[in-house]
C-alpha cells in the first residue's frame, strides 16, 4: 500500500478507528490492537482513541517472522489472566466493512451455544471476526510456523459453529490501493 493501511482516511477518521469503534458499539469492553510493523505510527493514532474506546496496544515483538499466527498468540497472552474472560474475539483492523450486527451476532451465538468455534460465513465462506473459545486456546498458543489460524479452523472443523450473515463484510479487508479505492467512503 506504499503506507500503512489502518491508517489510512476512512470518513472522518482512520481504517483502525473505524473499526474500534465499530467493535467497541457491539459491546467489545477490551479491545486490543497488535502491532508489528509500523507500530510507533499504530500505537500514537490508538492512543488518540484510547479516551473514546476500550482499547489498549500489544506489541508483536515476533512480527517479523509470524505474520499473522504470532499477533493472534501474542493478543491471547496479553489477555489479563485474573479475567474470567471466555472467549477471544479475533477481527482485523484492515476490515473497515466489518458491521456492528455481525459482530453482535457471533458474540450472541457463542453465548447461546457455548461453542468452542462462532465463525461468520456469507455463501460458504469463512470471514472475520470469528470468535475462540478460552479451551481452545491453548491448541492456537502452541501452533507454529508455516501453520496459519486458517489451519488452526481446519482443525477443528467439528468444533465450529458456523453464523449465516447476509453481509460479505466479512470477508473484505483492504490488500492493495484498489481495494481501499474501490471502497473508500
Given at each position: 500500500?506504499?503506507?500503512?493501511?489502518?491508517?489510512?482516511?476512512?470518513?472522518?477518521?482512520?481504517?483502525?478507528?473505524?473499526?474500534?469503534?465499530?467493535?467497541?458499539?457491539?459491546?467489545?469492553?477490551?479491545?486490543?490492537?497488535?502491532?508489528?510493523?509500523?507500530?510507533d505510527q499504530i500505537e500514537e493514532a490508538v492512543a488518540r482513541s484510547a479516551n473514546r474506546y476500550p482499547v489498549?496496544?500489544v506489541r508483536n515483538s515476533a512480527f517479523p517472522h509470524g505474520e499473522m499466527l504470532s499477533s493472534l498468540q501474542?493478543?491471547?497472552?496479553?489477555?489479563?489472566?485474573?479475567?474470567?474472560?471466555?472467549?477471544?474475539?479475533?477481527?482485523?483492523?484492515?476490515?473497515?466493512?466489518?458491521?456492528?450486527?455481525?459482530?453482535?451476532?457471533?458474540?450472541?451465538?457463542?453465548?447461546?451455544?457455548?461453542?468452542?468455534?462462532?465463525?461468520?460465513?456469507?455463501?460458504?465462506?469463512?470471514?472475520?471476526?470469528?470468535?475462540?473459545?478460552?479451551?481452545?486456546?491453548?491448541?492456537?498458543?502452541?501452533?507454529?510456523?508455516?501453520?496459519?489460524?486458517?489451519?488452526?479452523?481446519?482443525?477443528?472443523?467439528?468444533?465450529?459453529?458456523?453464523?449465516?450473515?447476509?453481509?460479505?463484510?466479512?470477508?473484505?479487508?483492504?490488500?492493495?490501493?484498489?481495494?481501499?479505492?474501490?471502497?473508500?467512503?
Amino acid at each position: 500500500m506504499g503506507q500503512p493501511k489502518m491508517l489510512l482516511p476512512w470518513g472522518n477518521v482512520s481504517v483502525l478507528e473505524h473499526v474500534i469503534s465499530v467493535f467497541a458499539a457491539a459491546g467489545i469492553e477490551d479491545i486490543l490492537v497488535i502491532t508489528g510493523a509500523e507500530q510507533d505510527q499504530i500505537e500514537e493514532a490508538v492512543a488518540r482513541s484510547a479516551n473514546r474506546y476500550p482499547v489498549r496496544v500489544v506489541r508483536n515483538s515476533a512480527f517479523p517472522h509470524g505474520e499473522m499466527l504470532s499477533s493472534l498468540q501474542c493478543g491471547l497472552r496479553a489477555l489479563r489472566p485474573t479475567e474470567n474472560t471466555a472467549a477471544a474475539l479475533i477481527g482485523l483492523g484492515d476490515q473497515p466493512h466489518v458491521q456492528e450486527r455481525s459482530v453482535r451476532l457471533v458474540c450472541e451465538a457463542f453465548l447461546r451455544t457455548k461453542s468452542k468455534l462462532v465463525v461468520p460465513s456469507f455463501e460458504m465462506r469463512r470471514g472475520h471476526p470469528w470468535l475462540v473459545a478460552r479451551p481452545l486456546w491453548q491448541d492456537l498458543l502452541t501452533l507454529q510456523n508455516p501453520k496459519s489460524p486458517r489451519d488452526f479452523l481446519n482443525s477443528h472443523a467439528d468444533d465450529i459453529h458456523y453464523v449465516k450473515v447476509d453481509t460479505p463484510s466479512i470477508l473484505a479487508d483492504l490488500d492493495t490501493p484498489e481495494d481501499y479505492r474501490a471502497s473508500h467512503p
